[in-house]
Structure formats: structure tokens, C-alpha cells
């Protein structure tokens, strides 16, 4: 699986993209329940669609994957899913992202096909740090929120990279602030992290 781990939107390595829809065709899921923290409101979905629309100026065909359809549904998920190849996930919450990959078992089909030729994941923000080992530390720039259950929410990543995303990193963002205080954190803890501009993109084959 190919990793396209982006800082903020689609970032700069657009290229990578088209050279993916070129080899593998243009079909693409995008999961959006990074989003799932926030109420339903026009501007949550104006937001998400701008998401999209980024993505078929590419030349994507998007197929919208909303993982709350498919708690406790694992195997329909795995079914649902047979035929895409390349999924992006958006930013938001990482807490509540993970929580909805648990539900739905997205995180097993994801860990299944980790190492296969073929896959495409893609994503910025919380859609990237989600596939870090641990989340401490991304505590201090996202609410510890779970909007599904009163369950805890989930400390540990996907563990599919060894390294935590630092997104936003000295950029003109709302965040960037606080990203400076997560850098500090992980210097401290000597948790091992890597920091990204907005416009960064690190390419990753599994």
C-alpha cells in the first residue's frame, strides 16, 4: 500500500495523484468522520465538500464513505469495499476518526491490506496521524472526544508507520500554535516524530 501523508488538503506532490489515477484508475473512497465531533451544520458540510471537489479537479470519481453506516457491520464493510482501491481521509479529530475505524473494523481491513500492491491511503491531519503509533501528545491540539458512546477514547494508533505526524508545523494555520507545544512535548518524551509544513507530503511504500 502506498502511503500519500499530506500536512493540509492534497498538498504538493499532486503529481503523485495523477500518476496513481493514471496506473490504477480514478476511483476513490473518502472517509469523512474526522468530521463526526461536530453537529451537522451547513458549514461542516460546505467544508467536506470542498474536500471533494479538490479531488475530482484531480480527476478522482469520489465515492463518499461514512464508517457510522457500518458499526458492527464489519463484513459488509469488507464486502462494500472490495472494489476500491484508494481511500483519503480527511482532517478533524483523530480521536474520533480512530473511534470510527474501531467501530466499523476499518482499522483491520486497513492493517489486511497494508502490505498489498495495489492500495492507495492518502489524507491529511488527523487522517495521517491516525496511522502513528500513539496519540499522546495530539491531545494538546485536539478535544479528547468520542461523539458515538461513552466509551474512552483510544490512546493508540494503527501503528502502520513508527513515526508520529506533526502536521501544520510553522504554517499559516489555526492550529500552528498549538503544534509547536506538541513538538515540544514529543522533544521532551523522545517520542519519535516528524514535523510537516502545510504543503508537505511524505510518500511512503508499505
Known amino acids: 500500500m502506498k502511503l500519500y501523508l499530506s500536512s493540509y488538503k492534497t498538498g504538493n506532490r499532486k503529481e503523485v495523484l495523477k500518476e496513481w489515477i493514471k496506473n490504477n484508475g480514478n476511483n476513490i473512497g473518502v472517509i469523512i468522520n474526522s468530521r463526526d465531533y461536530a453537529p451537522d451544520s451547513k458549514e461542516k458540510e460546505e467544508s467536506i465538500n470542498k474536500n471533494i471537489l479538490e479531488l475530482e479537479i484531480l480527476g478522482f470519481k469520489v465515492d463518499i464513505i461514512d464508517l457510522k453506516k457500518y458499526f458492527g457491520k464489519e463484513n459488509i464493510l469488507i464486502e462494500d469495499l472490495k472494489e476500491i482501491k484508494a481511500f483519503y481521509v480527511i482532517g478533524g479529530n483523530v480521536f474520533t476518526l480512530r473511534l470510527a475505524m ?12 497494508s502490505n498489498k500492491d495495489g492500495y492507495l491511503y492518502a ?16 491531545d494538546i491540539v485536539d478535544d479528547i472526544v468520542n461523539p458515538y458512546s461513552n ?56
Do not use: Q, W
Open 102 to 113: 474501531k467501530y466499523s473494523g476499518f482499522d483491520n481491513f486497513l492493517k489486511s491490506i
Open 123 to 138: 489524507g491529511y491531519s488527523a487522517g495521517i496521524c491516525v496511522l502513528a503509533p500513539t496519540f499522546k501528545g495530539l
Open 151 to 206: 466509551e474512552s477514547v483510544l490512546y493508540e494508533g494503527l501503528n502502520l508507520i513508527d513515526f508520529v505526524p506533526v502536521p501544520h508545523y510553522m504554517s499559516d494555520h489555526p492550529e500552528s500554535e498549538k503544534i509547536n507545544e506538541v513538538v515540544k512535548y514529543y522533544e521532551k518524551e523522545k517520542i519519535k516524530y516528524k514535523p510537516l509544513r502545510d504543503g508537505d507530503v511524505v510518500i511512503i511504500d508499505l
